[in-house]
């Protein structure tokens, strides 16, 4: 049996997601839809146990009672939201937050810590979930309809998807003058795109990222699409990044941040023109650069 978070017995097993000071972007919670797919889908719930009546915001009114008897259709994405899809008119919505985790355990399992709801599904699993800060949230909302909410209505292009392209990004940078890395990190841009792949995908495509947006040039959007989509197909290829306690749903580490170039690697050499890799501030995030390469 697959099992993650804590046993019983204390031992520490399979987390599908962790993260204290460390925001999952979109390579990391794609990797947990992944695996919540491959073990909850097909199973109906049970029976819904909430310890809580709010994380970040209140959950939603009689949850327990309305996911009762639904089955999992699927697990699926959109940026950094987990959707639930249901065999009934609505969908189970879930972002993580900071610290939220979802473990897939036998029923008969202890509750862990920091856990503040659990899902009985048949074939005597439970998934539940676990969140020490709470800034985790859930909703539930009209399975034909969710896309209107105010979570989703003003959400940018999928960055694997065809729409997020170099004439797209141009257009949306050209009367901006923010640097070019705030507009990649901008949800309303482009969703999913935290500073981690950020940081990365501007140094692939050689792109300061203080550069102000609407000075970029169409070959460079070009050239940071591009970066971009490599990027993030290889961090979920290689199970994310593992920052903090963050494995994947296999129990193994993910293994990106072996494969940083610039991020959290300040006075390192630049593995390209051997210039220092850089560190500065930037809306409250540090930006890694090279000195050499990101003129």
């Known amino acids: 049996m697959f099992t993650y978070g804590a046993a019983s017995n204390g031992e520490r097993l399979l987390p599908v997601t962790a993260m204290e000071v460390w925001l999952p972007e979109l390579p990391e919670v794609e990797v947990v839809r992944s695996g919540l797919d491959t073990l909850i889908r097909n199973r109906r719930i049970r029976q819904v146990q909430l310890y809580r009546r709010a994380l970040r915001y209140p959950l939603p009114a009689g949850m327990a009672e309305r996911l009762r008897g639904l089955t999992v259709l699927a697990v699926e994405r959109r940026g950094k939201y987990l959707l639930f899809r249901l065999d009934g008119s609505e969908i189970l919505v879930w972002h993580l937050g900071m610290t939220g985790q979802f473990h897939v355990l036998a029923e008969s ?68 003058a923010a640097p070019v890395k705030q507009v990649l990190m901008d949800a309303a841009v482009v969703v999913g795109i935290g500073n981690i792949y950020a940081c990365e995908a501007l140094f692939r495509a050689s792109i300061d990222p203080f550069l102000p947006a609407h000075h970029l040039a169409l070959l460079q959007a070009g050239a940071l699409v591009k970066a971009v989509k490599d990027v993030l197909r290889e961090a979920i290829a290689a199970g994310g990044s593992t920052i903090s ?40 995030r540090g930006t890694f650069y090279c000195s050499g390469c990101q003129r």
């Open 109 to 176: 399992d202890s509750p862990g810590r920091h856990e503040h709801a659990v899902f009985v599904l048949d074939g005597g699993l439970s998934l539940r979930y676990r969140d020490m800060r709470r800034f985790g949230y859930a909703g539930l909302l009209p399975a034909d309809a969710w896309q209107r909410h105010p979570w989703f209505a003003g959400l940018g292009p999928e960055p694997l998807q065809e729409g997020f392209d170099d004439a797209y990004l141009y257009g949306r940078c050209h009367s901006r």
């Open 245 to 284: 306690d963050f494995v994947r749903a296999d129990g193994r580490p993910g293994y990106f941040h072996h494969a940083f170039t610039v991020y959290q690697r300040q006075g390192q050499p630049c593995v390209r023109c051997g210039s220092p890799i850089l560190r500065r501030l930037q809306s409250g």
